[in-house]
């Protein structure tokens, strides 16, 4: 993510997402955002490995989707298409308690307090950042809050959580070390205790969602954007932490999201600020870059973030991989077969704005086979550009209800599709930088340096 200063004066640090904004618009023919959504019949979903049955909207569309259970069922088929839309996007609010008033929220999203933001576009996320955080009973109270904005469906609540160089949570949490660090043990249980611990701290705050472990093999000491987030330089040692840190969020009850695919290792571009190529032929992505992704696939992993970067030997479109069906949809749904959330990298980042504007973005990136938007650089331009899509078939309505599904199936994995999670302040502090964290944290660093 890269650096900005909000209209509010907010800085908002990132380095692997981030926030825009703009006017909200209805498309013709549809129920403006915020105003009341009716329930909506059910919409019929392509049973897996089927195209769409005859008579709904839009294209064939494969599902790539296990079978959902019937509280997914349930909770999708009381949905207005309004609402599903809505379920895809994750934007930085602004403000340290849900009911904040903020210009900037209102200049951005058309609504001055988080809250108000939720409720207005039905959003399935929303992403913390450091200017969202002063102590950890404000937080609690704001993820808490947040929950109570969006009564229907509980809402994912993420940040990123990495240790070392990106730690949202920094000034709360305990200090444990980086990926390089913890690589540089090269015992994968360090890294599984680590993801624990780390993910233990999230949940007490309310945190269901951390944007961890990156898998990419940093191959290229120029790289400006990975070099010490990543374990290390070798794909088999990569791969078994990596594998070590997705367990470990599951042990903790926190979802985990891999990153950056196909692989962000082997460049000397950052995609904040410019478009990234990678020519690794095939062979090397084999064997250097989808190791690492592979082994997190096998561990469980909840999500997978796409890259911005432009990888000709898998895709010769000229298009980022966020925007690339062949890479999402073609190598990691079919050939690596995750059946996942699909996340992209933050969508205001200049290296998936080279060629498409903001709308466009959000929905080539829904037809590449994203499901989570996370950080349009212009909300309401996106929902308003995917709702279109979905209106006139472009994106078909199985398509969407196959992002909804994995979306719902997410939450109902860690706990949270029936009822949101409620922090407790004093849980939060028994729990954050508790001795045994601590006592980890230094044993870890001094093992790994």
Not at 234 to 251: C, E, I, L, R
């Amino acid at each position: 993510m890269s650096g900005r200063i909000g209209m509010a004066g907010l800085l908002v640090f990132a380095l692997t997402a981030c926030g825009g904004g703009g006017t909200a618009g209805a498309t013709p023919g549809t129920r403006a955002p915020g105003t009341p959504a009716a329930p909506a019949a059910p919409t019929a979903t392509a049973p897996e490995g089927q195209d769409t049955p005859a008579g709904t909207t839009g294209t064939a569309v494969p599902s790539r989707v296990p079978a959902a259970s019937g509280d997914v069922r349930r909770v999708l088929a009381r949905m207005s298409v309004e609402e599903k839309v809505g379920q895809l996007f994750m934007p930085v609010l602004y403000g340290t308690a849900a009911g904040s008033v903020s210009g900037e929220n209102q200049a951005r999203y058309g609504a001055q307090t988080p809250a108000k933001v939720v409720a207005k576009y039905h959003l399935g996320g929303v992403i913390l950042f450091p200017a969202n955080i002063k102590s950890v009973s404000q937080v609690v109270a704001l993820t808490n809050g947040l929950q109570a904005a969006s009564p229907r469906v509980p809402l994912i609540i993420g940040t990123d959580q990495e240790n070392g160089l990106v730690s949202r949570m920094g000034a709360l949490m305990t200090k444990f070390p980086g990926a390089s660090t913890v690589g540089a043990t090269r015992d994968p249980a360090r890294s599984r205790a680590v993801a624990k611990a780390t993910g233990e701290e999230l949940r007490a705050v309310g945190v269901n969602l951390d944007f961890a472990p990156v898998a990419d093999v940093n191959v290229n000491p120029n790289n400006p954007v990975i070099g010490r987030r990543a374990y290390g330089d070798d794909p088999a040692k990569v791969a078994a932490m990596v594998s070590g840190a997705v367990k470990g969020f599951g042990d903790a009850g926190v979802a985990s999201s891999a990153k950056h695919f196909p692989g962000h290792g082997d460049t000397d571009v950052d995609s904040h600020t410019g478009l990234p190529v990678i020519k690794h032929t095939r062979a090397q992505w084999e064997r250097i870059d989808a190791p690492p992704f592979k082994a997190a696939i096998a561990a469980g992993v909840d999500a997978v973030m796409s890259a911005h970067i432009v990888f000709p030997k898998l895709d010769s479109s000229g298009d980022p991989a966020t925007l690339s069906k062949p890479i999402l949809t073609g190598l990691l749904r079919e050939k690596l077969g995750f059946k996942g959330v699909v996340s992209t990298d933050a969508l205001n980042m200049e290296g998936v704005r080279k060629k498409y504007g903001d709308g466009e973005v959000a929905v080539r990136a829904v037809l590449a086979g994203a499901d989570l938007l996370l950080m349009p650089n212009d909300l309401p331009k996106a929902y308003t550009a995917v709702m279109s899509a979905v209106k006139s078939g472009r994106i078909s309505r199985a398509r969407l209800d196959q992002s909804v599904t994995r979306l719902l199936t997410l939450r109902q994995k860690r706990g949270f599709l029936r009822e949101a999670p409620r922090a407790s302040a004093a849980e939060a502090a028994r729990v954050l930088r508790s001795a045994e964290h601590r006592g980890l944290a230094a044993r870890v660093t001094r093992e790994g340096s």
